[in-house]
Structures are given as C-alpha cells and as structure tokens.
C-alpha cells in the first residue's frame, strides 16, 4: 500500500478544538520527517503477519477487565500506528477510539481500515508526541497503549501526561507483549517469527515501570506480568495499570490536574 509521501493533519476528519478535547494549537507533520512512510509501512505489515493474533485476545481483556462493553466516552490508543488494536477495541465498545501517534504517515491507513470495517464514525486520529499530549485535562476514560512506551524518550514526562489527560476514576494501561489469555502455543509462534528481535529483561522493565510510578506519585497502580500456565518459556511481556482517583481525601472531585498537589482545589485542606 502506497502513503502519500506528505501528509497534513489539516486535512484529517477531525476537529483541534478545546471542546474537542485537542490542543488549540496548529498539528502539522514535522518538517524533519524523522518518522517516515517507510516506518509506518514496516509496521503495518508486522501488524498484518506475525502480530495479527495478538490484537483480538487483548481487546478483549480490557473490554472484560474494565468493563467497557457498556461505557460510552473516549478512549485514546497512544502509539497506536496502524490502529489494529483500536478496531478490535471499536468491536467490542461503544467508546469514540483516537489513534494518537507520532508518526502521522499511518492515518491513511488507520482511516481507511476503520472505514472498510465499519467503524470509520467511531475513530480520531491525532498527531501526538506521548511527551505533551495534545488532550485538555481530565479528557479520557481510557488510555491504552501496546509496544510504544519502550520507545518514549522521557517516560517519567509521558506517565505524567497520561495521568493528567485521564478522567478521575479513570483507567490507564500500558505495556508491551501479549495478554494472559493469548494461547501460549500462538505465543509462541508470534515470538518465533520475530527471531529474537523482541528480548528484553521484563524484571528490569517491572523495575522501570515500579520507580516511575514512584516518582509520580501514583500509589494506585499494579503491574501485570502475563503467564497463562504451560508459558514459561514464552515472554508474554508487561503492563502497568494505573487509575487516577474519583475523589481526594475531603470527598471532593478532582476537577483538574492535582495530582502532584495534596490542596484540595475545592476547600483548600490537605
């Protein structure tokens, strides 16, 4: 499939507007072009072969998981690229999906994809560096994201971003590899394909993921290392999920980003 070698986010079906949920500001494809149509083209093929069956198993844990089935709102896909996951997530929600990436060359296709399977009204795309991402506060229900987070330049930055656009009472996840309830023999099949180009140390990421945490303070959060029985063998990967409260300790809802605050906005008690 051939992307058009430039791509404005002008010309995206959506609206950047406060309302919206967007950043005010213009959102254009850097100049720079650091990440390319060829990026998104090698993505969107590994999303189409060896990822395919991995998709599926894991919208549905978090549509079971988080109860979504139901829930109407936003849901945001950070670094979802080719939006595989999105799609799957649009079948089984009644939730508005945006695909927030940086690398703008995969919305043709995203669009496209959502479009052929019926879900083209239900989908945003959003040019979207993880660093600061263009949502007002207190915008998602739920953040999502799959195979990106290891690649963000500042996590600490991007954690912090990620709890400051979600909802009170709402829900974070956020990981790489696959769900506890992929079949380990298709886990298995997936990582042979990839030939060893996935390994990293989970326990050091868990680690990562724990002080992160930490020096955000977000004390409400577990990490998630996938092991269906007979797959110890197999690197099903890790998440962290993560839930910004409903209340403070007055009782009050938080009605903006208080999160490195202990004042409550509402009476000004600690």
């Known amino acids: 499939m051939k992307l058009p070698q430039r791509f404005c986010l002008a010309a995206l079906p959506l ?8 950043s005010r500001e213009p959102l254009v494809v ?25 998709y599926a198993p894991l919208a549905e844990q978090i549509v079971a998981d988080f109860n979504l089935a139901e ?19 649009c079948k089984r929600t009644r939730l508005h999906w945006i695909n927030a990436d ?11 994809r959502a479009e052929e399977c019926g879900y083209g009204h239900r989908v945003s795309a959003i040019f979207a560096d993880a660093r600061s991402l263009p949502f007002r506060d207190n915008y998602a229900d739920i953040i999502v994201s ?14 912090s971003e990620i709890y400051r656009v979600l909802k009170p009472g709402a829900v974070a996840y956020i990981g790489r590899g696959f769900s506890q ?5 298709t886990a298995r099949k997936v990582r042979a394909k990839q030939g060893g180009k996935r390994k990293y140390d989970v326990e050091k990421t868990a680690n990562e ?12 959060y577990h990490i998630h290392r996938p092991q269906p ?30 999160f490195f605050s202990k004042t409550c906005i509402v009476c000004s008690t600690y």
């Open 209 to 220: 993921l724990h002080n992160i945490m930490k020096e955000l303070g977000i004390k409400d």
């Open 15 to 22: 609206l950047f507007c406060g309302s919206c949920g967007f």
């Open 71 to 89: 829930k109407t709102g936003v849901g945001i896909d950070l670094g979802s690229g080719p939006g595989t996951l999105i799609v799957e997530l």
């Open 229 to 258: 029985p007979n797959s110890e063998k197999v690197n099903y990967g890790i998440w962290v999920e993560f839930h910004k409260p409903k209340t403070n300790v007055c009782g009050h809802q938080i009605a903006d980003f208080a």
């Open 181 to 185: 309830n992929l079949p380990v023999e």
């Open 146 to 159: 799959r195979g990106s987070f290891h690649f963000w330049k500042d996590k600490v930055q991007a954690f």
């Open 30 to 54: 850097p100049s720079d072009e650091k990440y390319t149509e060829q990026d998104a083209l090698g993505m969107i093929k590994a999303s189409r072969g060896a990822l395919a069956p991995v």
């Open 102 to 112: 940086i690398n703008p060359h995969f919305f043709p296709y995203f669009y496209k």
